[in-house]
């Protein structure tokens, strides 16, 4: 009997291993996303995307529902909800859109924008002690640069097959 031989890694013939690649995305985000979270629970009883939404409101002028889930690449009724979850807390408001009718304007409420500052400063400590041993400054804006990158192709290809 032959001996079995194990198939060849794309990455053996120069070709990149986006199998790998998809993994290693999938894991780091896992893990992170995760350590983050704990950290926002324990340091403030803030969700992380509680955290996310109130980062996305805060810097987005008007900002209405719709505005979130296309930040955040999720579904305006997921994301509807969310936003549900954070006015229950006291954490922000809506309001009348004037321009549009159809939808309200979501603020931050005073104690959101506090709970916002302190839970913003955990979050930034959070990623540099996890991130900053790994990562030189310069390592750092590169590896954004490329993962926006990597973000449009993705988006892109989805354009492409809407529009086959």
Request: proline content about 7%; overall charge positive; charged content about 30%.
């Amino acid at each position: 009997m032959p001996p079995r031989t194990q198939p060849r890694s794309p990455a053996a013939d120069g070709a990149p291993d986006l199998t790998r690649l998809f993994s290693a995305l999938v894991r780091l985000e896992t893990e992170l996303c995760g350590a983050v979270e704990r950290r926002l629970r324990a340091d403030h009883g803030l969700p992380l995307p509680h955290f996310e939404f109130m980062r996305v409101i805060a810097r987005t002028p008007q900002c209405r529902v719709q505005d979130i889930a296309t930040e955040l690449s999720i579904t305006v009724g997921g994301t509807s909800k969310i936003v549900d979850r954070i006015e229950a807390a006291g954490q922000c408001t809506r309001r009348a859109n004037p321009d549009d009718r159809r939808s309200s304007i979501v603020e931050l409420t005073p104690a959101g924008k506090r709970l916002l500052a302190r839970a913003t400063v955990t979050f930034e400590d959070e990623l540099s002690r996890r991130l900053g041993p790994a990562l030189s400054d310069r390592s750092a804006v590169q590896f954004t640069r490329t993962l926006s990158r990597l973000r449009a192709a993705v988006d892109s290809a989805d354009t492409g097959r809407q529009t086959a």
